[in-house]
């Protein structure tokens, strides 16, 4: 078999964690079947990073007793430019390079980076007393509208692949559309859902977002309430509401319109 890189590019909250997870624990198996995962034993699961900055040889040491490589990272849909020096090595070498980015509506999208916020920024909105820099929903998603993007970079992700396409598939189909590039390996797609980086529930962001801003409530018990959060991700979640979810779909339409034209794929298609 010719050598292959395997290149996921996102999107975030697409289940790249889980992904990424799969690979790294089932590493032994894969290794088995010639398909490496390299991976340098940094806290986040993710192996690409850093392939802007990618050199002959550690191309060539990604292939070691290996005729497939996957090679994952949310962040890359984003950054179509760092995938210029892979794209110069595979065609310098004659490997082969299939790109996969996973979507969902975009509705989820902004969904899951509510709670990505509410994550990542906590302590600083505590601090300020203020949560999403006083953003109420709406005003939030019209904020990512304006850097989210996606059709726009898969155009661009396209331009470093020609002839060839992305393969862009749900981030439900993780599974059948990897699969056929893992050499048949015995792959466990079992991971445990604390360690996929769940979203927060859009009504317990509401709730602390409210809390934070009410400064009767002490601090700690802020915190407690986020903390809370945390073991009620798997519930129904009355925040996502059918009000949200068309005010997003309006707000992206035009890049759903363009995906649909330009890949006949269409991310606000109910799951199969």
């Known amino acids: 078999m010719s050598r ?22 089932n590493s032994a198996s894969l290794s088995a079947a010639g398909v490496n995962y390299p991976h340098n034993g940094d806290k986040h699961p993710g192996n690409a990073a850093e392939i802007g900055k990618l050199d002959s040889s550690v191309f060539e040491a990604m292939f070691e007793n290996a005729d497939t ?27 082969d390079l299939i790109v996969l980015a996973f979507l969902r509506p975009f509705s989820d999208v902004v ?49 470093q692949v020609a002839p060839k396409r992305p393969i862009i598939a749900r981030h439900t189909a993780i599974r059948p559309s ?17 360690v996929t980086n769940p979203s927060l529930r859009m009504e317990d962001c509401d709730r602390i977002a409210h809390a934070i801003a009410d ?7 802020v915190r407690e ?28 339409d035009r890049q759903a319109q363009q995906l649909k034209a330009t890949f006949g794929f269409d991310v606000e298609a109910p799951a199969q």
Not at 69 to 95: C, N, Q
Not at 215 to 221: E, F, G, L, Y
Request: proline share 4%; aromatic share 12%; with cysteine.
């Open 215 to 221: 400064r009767s409530i002490a601090p700690d018990n």
């Open 178 to 194: 990897l699969e056929p590039f893992l050499n048949a390996a015995e792959i466990d797609w079992r991971v445990p859902r604390d």
């Open 111 to 159: 969904f899951g980076d509510y709670s990505q916020f509410m994550k990542q920024y906590f302590e600083t909105y505590l601090a300020k007393r203020e949560a999403y820099d006083g953003q109420d929903f709406a005003n939030f998603a019209q904020a990512r509208r304006k850097v989210i993007n996606t059709a726009g970079f898969l155009v661009e992700w396209a331009k």
């Open 225 to 252: 309430m986020f903390r809370e959060a945390f073991k009620k991700t798997g519930l129904p979640d009355d925040g996502k509401t059918v009000e949200r979810r068309a005010l997003v779909t309006e707000l992206f």
């Open 69 to 95: 490589v996957i090679l994952s990272h949310e962040d890359l849909l984003s950054r179509p430019e760092s995938g210029e020096a892979l794209t110069r090595f595979v065609v310098g070498t004659g490997t």
């Open 4 to 25: 292959r890189v395997v290149l996921h590019i996102g999107a975030p909250k697409c289940g790249s964690t889980y992904l990424q997870r799969v690979m790294l624990r």
